[in-house]
């Protein structure tokens, strides 16, 4: 007799219990999950996302936000901006929560080895680029210059601000850091996270740029590096559409011909320049 192998429902969320709770910035929390089972379900890829479901609320698709060094656990960074955001970051450890996943495409690691890799991040757009810059600098030797341009709307609202500093002292990550609004005690850089490219020598056939945050930023920066010579098949962005289901069934994610879910949310800019000069209503 043939022995039946049990397929696991993508739809079936899985439990996880919260080990550890950090708030970044106020409304901004990271939390650190483990599977509260068998351990299946923690691995993923840089830039990959999961649904994650508050039970009694509902679920909302996060990229993932901690290293994918570190087996048998996963970490999300949450803004509270609706109900079950707002349940997630109430979650204190030892809660269980849901998760399916992961889904999605991921950061393209091994398409740019050997070359200059500049990070672009915008806001809460640092957290899915967190984990391919901590598989960047544990593969430090494989890729050439690496910077990280964050722009922030101003101080307060900067994510990671000791890891941001240990990177900048460990000197292998070139971070600089810009932010909209400037108060007196603020001694870095004012501007938007396209000031940062300024006065940069950027080797146009070798670099690649990874980019997530709001959508003007991201249209704004690959146009920017795009200016600087940067092939736009060699510049990525991490989309960010609503979801509900995240197996390209219920049609809430389509984005032009691509299902953000399955398709994306990481596509190079050649795919999704023409559709980011349409105007939605």
């Known amino acids: 007799m043939q022995a039946v192998t049990e397929t696991v429902s993508p739809m079936r969320p899985h439990p996880f219990r919260v080990r550890e709770k950090h708030e970044e910035i106020p409304g901004c929390i990271t939390l650190r999950v483990a599977p509260d089972g068998d351990g299946s379900g923690a691995a993923f890829a840089p830039g990959q996302f999961y649904m994650v479901y508050v039970f009694g609320r509902g679920e909302v698709p996060i990229s993932v936000s901690g290293s994918p060094e570190k087996p048998g656990e996963l970490t999300f960074t949450v803004m509270a901006v609706g109900a079950v955001?707002?349940?997630?970051?109430?979650?204190?450890?030892?809660?269980?929560?849901?998760?399916?996943?992961?889904?999605?495409?991921?950061?393209?690691?091994?398409?740019?080895?050997?070359?200059?890799?500049?990070?672009?991040?915008?806001?809460?757009?640092?957290?899915?680029?967190?984990?391919?810059?901590?598989?960047?600098?544990?593969?430090?030797?494989?890729?050439?210059?690496?910077?990280?341009?964050?722009?922030?709307?101003?101080?307060?609202?900067?994510?990671?601000?000791?890891?941001?500093?240990?990177?900048?002292?460990?000197?292998?990550?070139?971070?600089?850091?810009?932010?909209?609004?400037?108060?007196?005690?603020?001694?870095?850089?004012?501007?938007?996270?396209?000031?940062?490219?300024?006065?940069?020598?950027?080797?146009?056939?070798?670099?690649?740029?990874?980019?997530?945050?709001?959508?003007?930023?991201?249209?704004?920066?690959?146009?920017?590096?795009?200016?600087?010579?940067?092939?736009?098949?060699?510049?990525?962005?991490?989309?960010?559409?609503?979801m509900k289901c995240a197996i390209k069934m219920c049609g809430r994610c389509q984005y032009g011909p691509y299902f953000i879910c399955d398709d994306g949310p990481v596509f190079s800019f050649d795919r999704v320049e023409r559709l980011l000069k349409t105007r939605e209503v």
């Open 85 to 242: 955001t707002r349940a997630l970051c109430a979650c204190k450890p030892g809660d269980i929560i849901g998760l399916r996943g992961p889904f999605g495409s991921a950061w393209p690691v091994e398409k740019v080895k050997g070359r200059d890799v500049i990070i672009m991040a915008g806001g809460l757009g640092l957290a899915p680029l967190r984990p391919v810059i901590y598989q960047l600098l544990a593969n430090r030797k494989d890729y050439g210059d690496l910077a990280l341009l964050y722009g922030a709307r101003q101080a307060q609202s900067i994510i990671f601000a000791g890891e941001l500093a240990d990177w900048r002292e460990h000197a292998t990550l070139d971070v600089k850091i810009t932010v909209d609004i400037a108060g007196r005690d603020w001694p870095g850089r004012v501007g938007v996270v396209t000031d940062l490219l300024t006065g940069r020598h950027i080797e146009p056939a070798t670099t690649s740029a990874l980019i997530c945050g709001p959508e003007m930023m991201m249209r704004f920066s690959a146009h920017a590096l795009l200016d600087l010579g940067v092939a736009a098949e060699n510049i990525y962005l991490s989309m960010e559409r609503n």
